[in-house]
T-cell receptor, first 115, second 110 residues
Framework: ETGVTQSPTHLIKTRGQQVTLRCSSQSGHNTVSWYQQALGQGPQFIFQYYREEENGRGNFPPRFSGLQFPNYSSELNVNALELDDSALYLC??????????????FGPGTRLTVL | DAKTTQPNSMESNEEEPVHLPCNHSTISGTDYIHWYRQLPSQGPEYVIHGLTSNVNNRMASLAIAEDRKSSTLILHRATLRDAAVYYCILRIGNTGKLIFGQGTTLQVKP
């Protein structure tokens, strides 16, 4: 069984650029959640996708957007990058949404640095 | 917004029990309490979760106060591999939204 994988591992961008981060879910999982973790802080929920539809969103501006594909892999897109977007971006997959799931399986994250 | 409050750090000796406290006074009736831990350079790992009753699994126990405004994660015998940041989390109602706290950094001394 393959766990959650994310790519790339590290990324450096400059202010104003756009970035796409990718996540492959654990086999059999149909739900993907994305989190932003600033240095020394707990992860913050960005949004969740369930069966290719956005299924909940945290307090992040619209320049944070996502997609989930038919194979349940996912992308996180961030436009007009700002310095404060520098963080570890975590993807987590799970089976089902809401009350039907118990735990989320996290990937190792993508470390984004914005200069 | 719902939130959790945890001590910044705790220390334990190897082979001894550890009680990690968490306050969540703004919890609502449908919010679940989850605990995850995060080792350096890794994503968080599920530990345990509960709603109202105390819960046990192979990793830990979760004791939930009767009013649900606080909970305690119990590691029965700490090992060096248990050194990590432990997050007390609220899962909001019937959603997948996890609200992480600041976490408690657990040090385990040999």
């Amino acid at each position: 069984e393959t766990g959650v994988t994310q790519s790339p591992t590290h990324l450096i961008k400059t202010r104003g650029q756009q970035v796409t981060l990718r996540c492959s879910s654990q086999s059999g999982h149909n739900t993907v959640s994305w989190y932003q973790q600033a240095l020394g802080q707990g992860p913050q929920f960005i949004f969740q996708y369930y069966r290719e539809e956005e299924n909940g969103r945290g307090n992040f501006p619209p320049r944070f957007s996502g997609l989930q594909f038919p194979n349940y892999s996912s992308e996180l897109n961030v436009n007009a990058l700002e310095l404060d977007d520098s963080a570890l971006y975590l993807c987590a997959s799970s089976l089902g949404s809401g009350i039907t799931y118990n735990e989320q399986f996290f990937g190792p994250g993508t470390r984004l640095t914005v200069l | 917004d719902a939130k959790t409050t945890q001590p910044n750090s705790m220390e334990s000796n190897e082979e001894e029990p550890v009680h990690l406290p968490c306050n969540h006074s703004t919890i609502s009736g449908t919010d679940y309490i989850h605990w995850y831990r995060q080792l350096p350079s890794q994503g968080p790992e599920y530990v345990i979760h509960g709603l109202t009753s105390n819960v046990n699994n192979r990793m830990a126990s979760l004791a939930i106060a009767e009013d649900r405004k606080s909970s305690t994660l119990i590691l029965h015998r700490a090992t060096l591999r248990d050194a990590a940041v432990y997050y007390c989390i609220l899962r909001i109602g019937n959603t997948g939204k996890l609200i992480f706290g600041q976490g408690t950094t657990l040090q385990v001394k040999p």
